[in-house]
């Protein structure tokens, strides 16, 4: 762990708000993400944790060079290293563990929080956990307004928040053990962490007006995610068994229809209709991703118990 900025006057007592930036090969876009945590206005005082998840592009370098410059409405910033694993639910919560705010604030490096961010979850987040309004654009700068509705992610459980843009008291966090280390490496420990805090009796709030530019994916990336989230969905069913209500997960139910929807995929796409191809071509994938989580998660039992972070 490097502070790359030395704390302000009287800051060894806790700062009101940490903003944890996980990255890994973000030179291109962390910046941007950085800029816009430096614009706060009326912002309690708030630091900046970057977790550096094994980046090989020179995601550190082009952190140092920004901090060098100042860092605006920010305190510190501190550079955390997590290259041991490549592992986002370990890198989060080393950012933890290196964060001295109340609060825990999630944000990605190809983002942009609005200048009120900071504010806002602050002045609303006093309990448990939160999580704000994601304007999605493209990668050609076109808005998405179809990607996320409004509120938290509903499910047939519970609600949860999005890592892209949450809150999360840190006294709670880590009272409700952080996040599961033995997850995938990719997806889903925002719905984990967020049921877990409401089966704490813990809050977890929708504030609209924390506000992010969000990012989508380019569609390659999207594919990959599509399948890697799906995994991951099998790994919270697992944890959370009340989740699944009447549903019974069944190796071959998952694929029979991994091959339907495979043999259909050539001719939805041929006559796409009314739907998407794109839509029709992350459903087959899904299949595959929900497939390879019930193999990895129920048949092999990988891995059998929750890692917490504890208070290394």
Same mark, same amino acid.
């Given at each position: 762990m490097?502070r790359d900025s030395?704390p302000?006057?009287?800051a060894e007592?806790?700062l009101?708000?940490s903003?944890v930036?996980?990255v890994r090969?973000?030179?291109? $876009?962390?910046?941007?993400?950085?800029?816009?945590l #430096?614009?706060?206005?009326?912002?309690?005082p708030?630091?900046i944790?970057?977790?550096?998840n094994a980046?090989?592009?020179?995601?550190?370098?082009v $952190?140092?060079?920004?901090?060098?410059?100042g860092?605006?409405? #920010?305190?510190?910033?501190?550079?955390?290293?997590a290259?041991?694993?490549?592992?986002i639910?370990?890198?989060?919560?080393?950012?933890a563990?290196?964060?001295?705010?109340? +609060?825990?604030?999630?944000?990605?490096?190809d &983002?942009a929080?609005?200048?009120? *961010?900071?504010r806002?979850f602050?002045?609303?987040?006093f309990e448990?956990?939160?999580?704000?309004?994601?304007?999605?654009w493209?990668p050609?700068g076109t808005?998405?307004? &179809?990607?996320?509705?409004?509120?938290?992610?509903?499910t047939n459980?519970?609600?949860?928040?999005?890592?892209c843009?949450m #809150?999360?008291v840190?006294?709670?966090?880590l009272r409700?053990?952080g996040y599961?280390?033995?997850?995938?490496?990719?997806?889903?420990?925002d719905?984990d962490?967020? *049921?877990?805090?409401l089966?704490?009796?813990l809050?977890?709030e929708?504030?609209?007006e924390?506000?992010i530019?969000?990012?989508?994916?380019?569609?390659?990336?999207?594919?990959?995610?599509t399948f890697? #989230?799906?995994?991951?969905?099998?790994?919270?069913a697992?944890r959370?068994?009340?989740?699944?209500?009447?549903?019974?997960?069944s190796?071959?139910?998952?694929i029979?229809?991994a091959i339907r929807?495979?043999?259909l995929?050539?001719?939805?796409?041929?006559?796409?209709g009314?739907?998407?191809?794109s839509r *029709? +071509?992350?459903?087959a994938v899904a299949t *595959?991703?929900?497939?390879?989580?019930?193999?990895?998660?129920?048949?092999?039992?990988?891995?059998?118990?929750?890692?917490?972070?504890?208070g290394?």
């Open positions: 490097q030395p302000a006057a009287g007592t806790p009101e708000a903003a930036i996980v090969n973000g030179e291109k $876009t962390i910046v941007r993400q950085l800029r816009a #430096a614009d706060q206005r009326q912002a309690p708030f630091e944790i970057v977790v550096d980046s090989s592009d020179g995601t550190v370098a $952190t140092k060079q920004w901090a060098a410059a860092l605006g409405a #920010a305190t510190a910033i501190t550079i955390v290293d290259s041991k694993r490549t592992s639910p370990y890198a989060r919560n080393l950012g563990m290196a964060a001295r705010g109340r +609060l825990l604030l999630w944000c990605d490096a &983002d929080v609005d200048p009120h *961010w900071v806002t602050a002045a609303r987040v448990g956990g939160a999580s704000g309004c994601m304007r999605a493209r050609d808005p998405a307004p &179809d990607v996320f509705p409004g509120g938290l992610q509903q459980y519970l609600p949860h928040g999005s890592n843009n #809150a999360i840190r006294s709670d966090f409700v053990g599961d280390e033995s997850f995938p490496s990719y997806g889903c420990e719905v962490i967020s *049921w877990r805090l089966e704490a009796g809050p977890m929708y504030v609209p924390a506000t530019d969000f990012t989508v994916s380019t569609r390659t990336r999207q594919v990959r995610k890697l #989230a799906a995994k991951a969905r099998i790994a919270v697992l959370h068994p009340q989740s699944l209500g009447t549903e019974t997960l190796a071959g139910v998952f029979v229809e929807q495979t043999c995929l050539p001719m939805r796409l041929a006559r796409p009314q739907v998407p191809r *029709w +071509l992350r459903n *595959w991703g929900r497939f390879a989580g019930y193999w990895t998660y129920a048949v092999r039992r990988k891995p059998e118990q929750r890692i917490e972070v504890t290394r």
